[in-house]
Structure formats: C-alpha cells, structure tokens
C-alpha cells in the first residue's frame, strides 16, 4: 500500500525512527483499536471525545446522535484528528529518564461529510456494528426507519496520517546496566472475559461464538 | 469534594444522566488511566496526541521533549483538553441501535504552564513515575542534571471537567426483548502480564513486588 507524505503536520519529530507513514502499518493500528479519540475545534477550544469507529479502505466512519457537537463537528468539513492507540507494555528502565511506554499509535488528520442516504448510512452502520464485533450484524435486528432516521453518520476522508511504535526492552545508559535495578518489560494486554448473559435473556438463547471467542 | 459548574464547554448533552461533575467520581477515573490524549489547537487545527500524565490536587502533570509540540502547547497557556477513558464492556443489544459500550471517561479543561525549576520538576516527574508503578521512584535511578535539563515539564490546573459513565446491561425497546437474538455483556479488563526481564539483567536481581503483583 502506498505511503502518507511526511509534513508539518504529521511528521513524528521526537524520536523520528519509532515513525511510521505507511498504510500497511497505520491501518492495522486502527481497526484493531476499539475506540478512537476525536479532535476538534470548537471557538477556537480543543475537544477531545472517544468513540467508536470503523474504517473501510482510506474512509472512517462515525455515528452518534443528530445533535452531538461531534458529529456537527466531523460533518462540517473542518479538518478533525482521530487518535488510535494501543498500549503494549510499560517499559521500566534502570533510570526513570529512559523508563517509557511500549505502544503502537496511529494520528490521522482529514476531513468529513455527513452521510444522508438511507442506504449509505445503512452500510456505514453496518460497517461500524463489524468493526465492535464481527459477526454482529447478521445477527442482531437492524435499525428501523425512525432509527436510522435519528442517527447521524459521517464518513471522513484520510488525507494524512503516521503511526508511532516503541517495541521490545529498555533501554538504558551504557554506566546504569551496572547498577543493582531490576529492569523489564510488565506487558499489557485487552482481556475480555466471559460474557455475561442480559438478565433479561430468553431462555434457551446462548452467546454465539464470534462473542465466546471474541479477539481482535 | 466540590463539583464543576457545568457549562456550554463541559455539559453531557447526550444523555445527560451519564454525566457527572463530582470530582470524587472524576478524580478516580483520571488515576486509574495509564495515559490521556491531549488536545490542542495549532493554526486552526486540532491536535490529539496520547501521553502519560499524572495529577495531584486540581493539577495535571506532563512531560516531554523540550521541543515536543505538545508540551510547549501545554506550557502556552491556551486552553487544552485532555481527555481519559476507561473501557469496561461491550453491550450487545438485540437491536444494533441500543448496542453500546460500558465506559467511564473524563474530559478536562484547563491551562498549563511550564515547570522551571529544579525542585518543582523533580517533583512532577516523581509524580508521573508513581502514576506509572507506584513503588519505582525510590527504586530506580533518578534524573541526573542533564536529564533533567532536557526534560519539559509542564502543569495544568484543571478549570472545567465532565465524567461520562456506561455500566451495566443493554436497554431494549420492550418489542425486542421477545427476539431470539443474545443479549448481554462482554466485560473488557487491561491485564498485566508476568514482567520480562531486561535481557541485560544484573544476575539475582528479580522482579520487585510492586511491578510482580501490579495493578491499578
């Protein structure tokens, strides 16, 4: 896949070998991600929001409600930041100036438009149900007219985008491997644990596998 | 403890009865969360950046490169967001409308400004190495002069902030409940896994308790 050009905007300056403008590297940091973290700029304040997304080839998806100032915002055609992070590890070096993080992150900046047909928003929707869990869409009773109706749905072009990876042991000065401290890696990891049934289940009604054996 | 006046910039609008302004359930929420994503403004354009951060009182605490954008963005003294989440579950209704996600998030307002001396450095950065494992300040080697010399560090007093909080099963439309379909949740929890050692580890010197048993 081809390669973000490197500006302004999203070259990664500090630490410039841990960057990344690769799709191939970038892309899979954002549809294993949950949730993201939406940027805007609102009279000139910056806001910050989690949600949920879905990506289909170099477009994101959004939805939320029709009067969430996020939505507004992502629909306006004002350039957003949508920030995608993975934390892999904490990284405990002798000295606590090189102690770190390890973790992969993805920045992309674009701009937005609102989806308005039936069938786009219908498809966006679906996307998104995917990207939480797939297998779900099938599965689950789609929206109805009056629901589809009260959901907003934006579509956001990525027009620039880095990833950012730190990876593997600490590193340390050359004079601390000498010293008495323990140093490592404590790895972090997303579990999810067995589901627990709606207390208002149907009898005989049992979690389908893509949910008992759900990974990302 | 008070609570934030809410206002335009920090009012849950959608649903409003996940919002909270209560410090005593905002604090907790910003502790318990390894990293944030900071928020800022540059020409127009909004910023989202992933950084660890710690907070004492009504401050917050981040450090940097001194060139970094962000924390020279942060010492500024414009109004940054930042922003904390924690996921809890995925909630899987019968209907792909009313599926959602159990969250606690927080969002904070504030301004920030640099932190120059020697001692109120030393400080936040024991600070943010507490946050991280609490127990390795005392442990692990501390900044030397020139360390400290090449380190930003900056403080934000937090001015405004929200909680936003999802727990518990799905609500279906009454309709729905009479479907085949599962229903229920699928708890999410950040595990620690066994720490792994430096591979230029010392010879006998193990683990501490505090990275052995870890957790938030």
Redesign the interface.
Known sequence: MSEFEPTT?NRI??IPERGHYDKAVIYPIIDEA??C?????EN???????T?HARSGDKLFFH??K???MMKQIASGA?????F?L?DG?V??????H?S?N?R?A?I?GRGRPLTGEAEKMAA?EIL?EH??RG??P??????AK?LNG?AVAELTIESASAKIRTG??G?DEA???????????????????????????E?????DY?VN?SR
Chains 1, 2 share one sequence.
């Open positions: 905007q300056r500090r949950l949730i973290h939406v940027g805007f700029v000139g304040v910056p806001y910050v929001i989690p949920i939320g409600a009067a969430s100032r350039t957003i930041c949508v920030t992070t934390l904490l405990l070096a002798r000295s606590t100036f102690s993080m973790y992150s920045v900046f929707l149900t939480l869990a779900r869409w599965d689950a009773r789609p929206p109805n629901e959901t042991p600490p340390d601390d491997y000498a010293l008495p401290i323990w140093a490592g890696v404590l790895p972090i990891q997303q579990q999810y644990l067995p589901p627990i049934d709606d207390p208002k289940l149907n005989g009604v049992t979690a389908p949910i759900y």
